[in-house]
């Protein structure tokens, strides 16, 4: 009896101690020193765009969004005004297109399987949208060109890199190709966004981050001043933008704060919803 009370009793402690360890890397992992978006009345000459990797830090093989959390990430993004959201992680086309509905009637979601059973997509409240697919590093990328509301031509590319566990020389070679295909677009305004599983260090731009370096050659970095964004205490989300003079609204940009979970799934949210608002009056 005894025995059996000093086992009941350790499997206690090594209980409380797993739920004391898992509270302490929770409370670790949700702390950010970033810079928190407040809604702001979006101005006439002032262009927003978020960026949002929706799927779930989990141990489980599918960790996209689940059809039941399309009606709280729609009420996430209806409030931040922007006129296009990137949305990473997706379980299917359905669930972008559910999402834009819930957006707005005159809303349209733009898509494509990345290569590991996720969805990108590109939604806007934007008209003509013409898109093109390239492929690099194995995963698939979406440039949509649209006209926006002054009938300017803007180029957005979603991007979602390869996580560097599956080798970084697949992760870079997506970024760069993301780049080159920047380059190569004529538009006055184009904006690169998305989960680029790239923790890019802008201290390091002379000795050591030559592919930070060779991306601020061709773009600016929109996202710098925001802070880090993900679980890890890095800066993975980005948002770069051309032409480089284009000015990033800091006021207005920042990165949203969740409540930690949307949905009864084993895991939560590892990236929170980054903003970045643009002034484009004079391009």
Same mark, same amino acid.
């Given at each position: =009896? ?25 409370? !670790?992992? +949700? !702390? ?19 960026? +949002? ?53 005159? +809303? ?5 399987? %990345?290569? /590991? ?8 409240? +934007? ?6 697919? @390239? ?16 009938? @300017? ?6 991007? /979602?890199?390869?996580?560097?566990? @599956? ?14 295909? =920047? ?8 904006? =690169? ?29 929109? %996202? ?16 770069? /933008? ?6 990033? =609204? ?20 590892? /990236? ?12």
């Amino acid at each position: =009896m005894n025995m059996m009370r000093k086992l009941l009793r350790g499997k206690r402690v090594l209980l409380l101690a797993v739920l004391f360890f898992c509270s302490a890397v929770s409370g !670790w992992a +949700w !702390w950010r020193p970033a810079q928190r978006f407040e809604v702001s009345e979006l101005a006439l000459d002032e262009l927003r765009l978020v960026t +949002w990797n929706v799927g779930y830090f989990a141990p489980v093989k599918n960790k996209n969004a689940k059809d039941l959390d399309m009606e709280r990430i729609a009420s996430v993004l209806q409030p931040l005004q922007a006129q296009v959201v990137v949305l990473q992680e997706l379980n299917s086309v359905q669930q972008a297109e559910e999402i834009a509905r819930k957006l707005g009637s005159n +809303w349209c979601a733009k898509t494509v399987e %990345t290569g /590991h059973d996720q969805i990108l997509a590109v939604l806007s409240r +934007w008209s003509g949208a013409e898109v093109e697919t @390239r492929m690099a590093g194995g995963r698939s990328m979406i440039g949509v060109c649209f006209q926006g509301e002054d009938d @300017r031509d803007i180029f957005i590319l979603g991007v /979602h890199s390869p996580h560097p566990a @599956r080798g970084m020389d697949v992760t870079v070679d997506n970024i760069k190709a993301a780049v080159s295909w =920047m380059s190569e677009r004529n538009e006055a305004v184009r904006i =690169m966004a998305g989960d680029l599983n790239y923790n890019f260090d802008p201290d390091l731009t002379v000795e050591g981050d030559v592919l930070y370096r060779e991306v601020m050659s061709v773009l600016s970095d929109g %996202t710098i001043s925001i802070g880090e964004t993900y679980y890890a205490h890095t800066r993975i989300d980005h948002v770069f /933008h051309h032409p480089q003079a284009m000015k990033v =609204m800091e006021q207005s940009s920042g990165m949203v704060d969740l409540a930690p979970r949307f949905a009864k799934v084993p895991g939560w949210r590892d /990236h929170r919803p980054v903003v970045t608002t643009y002034d484009v009056r004079e391009l």
